[in-house]
């Protein structure tokens, strides 16, 4: 099985990752996609957080009848950090092949990430574009070390799962973000609760 892992806070979950997840479907040749709904994001303030079941509740939703797989399974793993989620991931399904999805923004922050070389020595990383983040993404410390491991799609959808391995993926996004939802409808959560 080819799985991809989106992790996230999922604050809430919605059209954009939906539709970056079916792009990741398609482009990747992927069986199915695993969205990782962070108990908590070290990089990220909790302070506007809503509860964990909620999150995972609007992430379901967004899921449905889809190839994709809300889950909540770091709560579950007791990790708390990709790489240590990677490496339980592995060793709990070592049939199956994971590549890591993100976008732009958090690759021009990779590098912030602990242990992020290992996190790219364990999975080949997909890289979504996102306007006004490109240029960010490749003046990035991580891209400055992920470039000579750079890609073209093809590579895994073959079936090439090497590691170090960085695939970009061009892309037109949808422009919602979690941030506008929250400031759009303050009293989203109440829908989950």
Known sequence: MRTGLLGGSFNPAHRGHRQISLAALRLLALDEVWWLVSP????K????MAPLAVRLASAREQARRAPIRATAIERDLGTRYTIDT??????RYPRRRFVWIMGADNLAQFHRWKDWRAIARTVPIAVFARPGYEAKAFASPAMA????YRVPP???RR???RTPMLVWLSFDPDPISATELRKAD???VRRYS
């Open 40 to 43: 908590g994001n070290p990089l």
């Open 45 to 48: 303030s909790g302070k506007d």
């Open 86 to 91: 990677l490496r339980a991931l592995k060793r």
């Open 145 to 148: 070390w992920l470039r000579r």
């Open 154 to 156: 093809a590579v895994l």
């Open 159 to 161: 079936g090439d799962w």
């Open 186 to 188: 303050p009293d989203w």
